[in-house]
């Protein structure tokens, strides 16, 4: 089975810090993502990651940087965070190998910042 | 502009009643379909998929969903609601050549009576 590990459940952090998100698959994925989860609004996709040292903005990228220096790595910085990032950030991998475009979630991540 | 819709957020059903969510979308061409489910707390699994075929799919959990081309249109049945399917469900779409990327609808959450 496919596993998408995301480090934190719940963080709660304040206005101004920079915060980590990491995020890691152990099925040799190309393919990586980070979601943002507002209830009404769906997921929408904050950035992704074609292969390793590649990014690519999203749908609402500002506010967000990525990092991805490994395969199965892929990390989620705020830059200083802001009250309206209090969201639930989910991971996704997928294999550019295989026909389709199956993405396996992780658990998410609960983020408060106050 | 590519978009999926949700049009019920929060839909009751009796346990042992039949269900169906509806899931629109607008897409340029034939995309991926795919139907995810979201317990209290958790990530997203996948219930079921279209890539092309038969356009009358079968999931886990007793999940179908049906193809309308001339709809456009994704519709996610069961029928025999269990308790234990009360949770949030997306409805998402995916081009055959947008690396991998998805578009998700805002999502059903689905109340279960007893």
């Known amino acids: 089975d496919v596993k998408v590990t995301q480090s934190s459940r719940y963080l709660v952090k304040r206005t101004g810090e920079k915060v980590f998100l990491e995020c890691v698959q152990d099925?040799?994925?190309?393919?990586m993502f980070w979601y943002r989860q507002d209830p009404g609004l769906g997921l929408r996709l904050i950035y992704f990651?074609?292969?390793?040292?590649?990014?690519e903005k999203g749908d609402i990228p500002e506010g967000y940087s990525v990092s991805r220096e490994k395969k199965e790595r892929f990390s989620l910085i705020l830059e200083s965070a802001s009250t309206n990032q209090t969201s639930m950030y989910l991971c996704?991998?997928?294999?550019?190998?295989?026909?389709?475009?199956?993405?396996?979630f992780g658990a998410g991540t609960r983020l408060s910042v106050l | 502009a590519q978009s999926v819709t949700q049009p019920d957020i929060h839909i009751t059903v009796s346990e042992g009643a039949s269900l169906e969510l509806r899931c629109n979308y607008s897409y340029g061409a034939t995309p991926y379909l795919f139907w995810y489910v979201q317990s209290p707390g958790q990530g997203l699994q996948l219930l079921l998929k279209?890539?092309?075929?038969?356009?009358l799919v079968q999931g886990i959990k007793g999940f179908e969903a049906e193809f309308k081309r001339s709809q456009s249109s994704f519709n996610l049945r069961k029928p025999s609601v269990h308790w234990s399917d009360a949770a949030e469900y997306f409805c998402?779409?995916?081009?055959?050549?947008?690396?991998?990327?998805?578009?998700f609808g805002q999502g059903t959450e689905l109340s279960v009576k007893p």
């Open positions: 099925m040799d994925h190309e393919n």
């Open positions: 279209y890539f092309s075929g038969d356009t």
């Open positions: 990651s074609y292969d390793v040292k590649m990014k």
């Open positions: 998402a779409v995916g081009a055959r050549n947008q690396g991998g990327k998805l578009i």
């Open positions: 996704a991998s997928r294999s550019n190998r295989v026909l389709g475009n199956i993405q396996y």
